[in-house]
């Protein structure tokens, strides 16, 4: 029997053959530049690449640091912005209230203070009996009925233009007190009228001793007194100046409220300029019982100041 022929191929050989001898050649050139592995590529040692891959870790750790931070900062803007909107709102939501309280407030009419004193309550009138009608006896000077033991005596008369109706009792009742006057008596006639105007006896309006002489002018003017009535009435004005005169006791004689302040503010200033010096004594003209006013005006004022009231009608 014969061998089957075996065909070699010599490309196949030649191919490991070059194999072989480039890997032979390789490990020879591995071995001869084994030794300058460690000095080839970069020029910085083992000790320094170590440092300089901890100072990258210590940055990258710094930046990390930083960022964490960062996002830390980035949550507390985002908190606050939240709060802000909602402070926001809510500050929208006073506004838009005060808007309604004050168009609420703006149809309620708020009534303005006034910048005038306040009114001092009218004084209330006291019960009083009548005192004794023009007995004199007891005090060494009366006038219907109004004593009083001063020495120092001013009168002072309403001349305003109602009064002309009851210048016969004015003129009777002066006369009454002229004729009652003593040497030691000192007297002044003050009448009043609007403006404030006065017509004074003595001319000076000065307290004087009751001479003879004396008494025949002050009869003479309170003959001539009628004559000039008119005008309204200033009381308080009349009383002022007569307390300037330092007097003991003062007789007013008026048919008519004053016109010169309220009645009871006039009251109150008056008591307050006295100071209880004088005796203010008050006589009611004519119909004082329909004026009420009239009547509780003098009966305070004379009970504020050591005094009597009396009235006269026609």
Do not use: C
């Not at 004074?200 to 001539?224: E, H, M, R």
Request: hydrophobic share 40%; charged share 25%.
């Amino acid at each position: 029997m014969r061998s089957p022929q075996r065909n070699i191929t010599v490309f196949s050989i030649s191919a490991l053959d070059l194999f072989a001898a480039a890997l032979g050649a390789f490990i020879l050139i591995v071995l001869v530049l084994f030794p300058y592995y460690r000095l080839g590529g970069t020029d910085i040692n083992f000790e320094e690449l170590e440092e300089q891959v901890q100072k990258r870790r210590e940055v990258a750790s710094s930046e990390q640091t930083e960022m964490a931070r960062i996002r830390a900062l980035e949550r507390d803007i985002n908190l606050l912005d939240k709060q802000y909107l909602t402070t926001e709102q809510e500050m929208s939501e006073i506004e838009a209230r005060i808007l309604e309280l004050l168009k609420q407030t703006a149809s309620v009419e708020i009534p303005i203070p006034s910048t005038a004193p306040e009114p001092v309550p009218e004084p209330k009138p006291i019960p009083r009996p009548e005192p004794p009608r023009s007995t004199g006896k007891g005090v060494p000077f009366s006038i219907l009925g109004l004593g009083t033991s001063k020495k120092d005596i001013l009168i002072v008369v309403d001349m305003s233009g109602s009064m002309r109706a009851h210048s016969s009792n004015v003129v009777a009742a002066l006369k009454e007190i002229i004729s009652q006057l003593q040497p030691d008596n000192k007297l002044a006639i003050l009448g009043y009228r609007g403006g404030p105007t006065y017509d004074t006896y003595p001319s000076n309006g000065q307290l004087t001793a009751s001479s003879p002489a004396f008494i025949d002018g002050a009869i003479k003017f309170v003959d001539g007194l009628s004559r000039k009535f008119g005008g309204g009435t200033p009381t308080q004005s009349a009383l002022i100046r007569a307390l300037n005169l330092r007097p003991q006791a003062v007789f007013l004689i008026s048919d008519g409220a004053p016109d010169d302040g309220r009645p009871g503010e006039i009251v109150v200033n008056i008591t307050n300029r006295n100071r209880g010096r004088a005796e203010i004594h008050t006589v009611a003209i004519g119909e004082y019982t329909q004026d009420k006013q009239l009547t509780l005006f003098l009966q305070e004022l004379a009970n504020q100041n050591k005094g009597d009231f009396v009235g006269l009608a026609r």
